[in-house]
C-alpha cells in the first residue's frame, strides 16, 4: 500500500534552514508528481510547493518563493523541501502527499506530517 | 491566485441528515481541477471527491459533488457518526493550488 513518511521537522530559530524528507514506498514514485501542503496550529490547508514526476519543473506558493526549495531523488523514492530564512509563521504541520494524477492534479495520498515550529 | 470561499463556516446537524457545503471559486475554475478532502482531528487530509464529482477510491456513495465554474457543492446524503469533520475543497489551476478555508461539519 501507498506509504508516505515525513522527517525533519523540529524546532528552529527565525532565520535559520531546515530540511525536510518523505520517503516514499508502495508505488512507482518515479511516475508520480509530488506536493508539499502545510497546516498551521488550529488553521487550514496551505499548498507550499509541487514537482513534477521527474523533477523538471517545480512551483512553489508565494509565501515561500525564493526561501524554500523541493527537490526528489527518484534512485531513492525521496522527496525533500529545503527551507531557508524560516519565519515564525512558517510554524506548522508539513504534509507530503502524491499527485493523483497529470490531468487531476491534486493530492490524493498524505503522510501524517512532520512538525515545525520556528521560535526564538 | 484563485480564492475558495466555502460556506459555511460551521454546520450543525444530526446524524442521518443531509449536509450540503458550498465552495465558490472567485474566477471560474476547471470541473477537472475541482477536489473536496475530509480532516479528522489528528489526521491527514483523505481525497473524497476528484474532477468535481468523481468519488475516490474506497469513498463511500453518500459523499457526491457536483457544480461547474464558480460554484461547486458536496452533499453526503445521510451523516454517519464517522463523518463529522473538517472539509476542504481545492483547486489547481495555472500551476497554482489553492484551499478553501473549511467546513466544520459538527454534531448538533
Known amino acids: 500500500q501507498v506509504q508516505l513518511v515525513e522527517s525533519g521537522g523540529g524546532v528552529v530559530q527565525p532565520g535559520r534552514s531546515l530540511r525536510l524528507s518523505c520517503a516514499a514506498s508502495g508505488f512507482t514514485f518515479s511516475s508520480y508528481g509530488m506536493y508539499w501542503v502545510r497546516q498551521a496550529p488550529g488553521k487550514g490547508l496551505e499548498w507550499v510547493a509541487f514537482i513534477w514526476f521527474d523533477g523538471s519543473n517545480k512551483y512553489y506558493a508565494d509565501s515561500v518563493k525564493g526561501r524554500f526549495t523541493i527537490a526528489r531523488d527518484n534512485s531513492k523514492n525521496t522527496l525533500f523541501l529545503q527551507m531557508n530564512s524560516l519565519r515564525g509563521e512558517d510554524t506548522a504541520l508539513y504534509y507530503c502527499?502524491?499527485?493523483?494524477?497529470?490531468?487531476?492534479?491534486?493530492?490524493?495520498?498524505w503522510g501524517q506530517g512532520t512538525l515545525v515550529t520556528v521560535s526564538s | 491566485e484563485i480564492v475558495l470561499t466555502q460556506s459555511p463556516g460551521t454546520l450543525s446537524l444530526s446524524p442521518g441528515e443531509r449536509a450540503t457545503l458550498s465552495c465558490r471559486p472567485s474566477?471560474?475554475?476547471?470541473?477537472?481541477?475541482l477536489a473536496w478532502y475530509q480532516q479528522k482531528p489528528g489526521q491527514a487530509p483523505r481525497l473524497l471527491i476528484y474532477r468535481a464529482s468523481s468519488r475516490a477510491t474506497g469513498i463511500p456513495d453518500r459523499f457526491s459533488g457536483s457544480g461547474s465554474g464558480t460554484d461547486f457543492t458536496l452533499t453526503i446524503s445521510r451523516l454517519e457518526p464517522e463523518d463529522f469533520a473538517v472539509y476542504y475543497c481545492h483547486q489547481y489551476d495555472n500551476s497554482l493550488w489553492t484551499f478553501g478555508q473549511g467546513t466544520k461539519v459538527e454534531v448538533k
Open positions: 474566477q471560474s475554475v476547471s470541473s477537472s481541477h
Open positions: 502527499a502524491r499527485d493523483y494524477s497529470m490531468t487531476v492534479v491534486a493530492p490524493d495520498y
